[in-house]
């Protein structure tokens, strides 16, 4: 390949999955418009359903977003003002900002340094009288060590609930995620492994009553229209995304397959570099949401790459218990030094199931040459 050729990777590409699925995703979204019922209606019983059987649970409920999601679910499992829910600083903010609006308190504790998930040997300590739920993330399409986690969380009595926001589909030994808490959170943000067009979430759960109560809440705690049993909120899920949601959740796991590809592809040009690659834990089966790897002189790195066309993220680059927002909010369980070294390492490649081979192979010979010094003097 020529040093000078430059091939332009966007980090996710949405027209290009959008392009391949358009005329279905009109004519959905014709037949939404068409029935005039746009609102808790055909669509979203029907996604509800197809999404509870594709992560082998008993009940979806779709909401308004995940963030809507977590607190859904927090709630529903009777986490409230004063209660402690052990999580993870390295994780979107959503997770927490749910956890402080039920009224709780996180206790954030570190992540195992190979897979970025909770490191379930740092859980018992966390816990006090207070302990009311552990809520792990299912990070960068990685499941988090459920079987660490669960026998812990039934030990002590706690609820756990999962952000699966970022790993639809993933499995553990061929189990969903999404069905080994009490209760887990979807997103469906556009940029997620299944995305509306604009915001949706779900909650997901094996329990009738938690479910019942995530239906009630998302719609004003009411159990018949302007009967309120309780004050909720206004999550509903609208007909057009649940439309389009059950076109795409038919492409899903080859959408995942071809992550996966992907993933292969940059692990085999990768393995000889000087960076870290991403670690899967055995048993998992990843669905390679965000491709992270480390690498020293990140911001370098990152800069050179951009230069050659390759768009890259940070996942994140300020841990949540370091932002500004969470000053004076909940408590550190021990230190986060894993959290706070890889926030200044992680570095995340394009990966996006559209992607061609020319681009992935491009991006992984323009990271060999940039780490090897190789690229710096010859782009401007
Ligand atoms: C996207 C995301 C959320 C929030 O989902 P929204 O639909 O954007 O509200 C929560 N947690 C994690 C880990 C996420 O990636």
Redesign the pocket.
Known sequence: MELDTVIAVPFVDLRAQYQSLEAEVLEAIRDALESMELLLGPNVHAFEQEFADYCGVRHAIGVA??????YLALRACGVGPGDEVITVSH??I??VEAIVNVGAIPVFVDVDPDTYTMDPSKIEAAITPRTRAILP?H?YGQPADMDAILPIAHRHGLAVIE?A??AHGATIRGRRVGSFGDAA?F???MG?NLGAYG???AVTTNSQALAECVRRLRDHGSVRKYEHVEMGVNSRLDEIQAAVLRVKLKYLDDWNARRRAHAEAYARVLSELPVVLPTVRPGVEHVWHLYVIQVDERDRVREVLARRGVSTGIHYPIPVHLQKAAKGVGRLAGDLAVTEQVARRILSLPMFPEMSGVQVAYVADCLRRVVAQEVSTVVQ
Do not use: E, H, I, R
């Not at 977003?65 to 977590?70: E, V, Y």
């Open positions: 977003n995940g963030t809507d999601a977590l994780t979107f959503a997770t993330v990070l952000d926001c970022q959170a997103s469906f943000y997620k915001d949706a979430g």
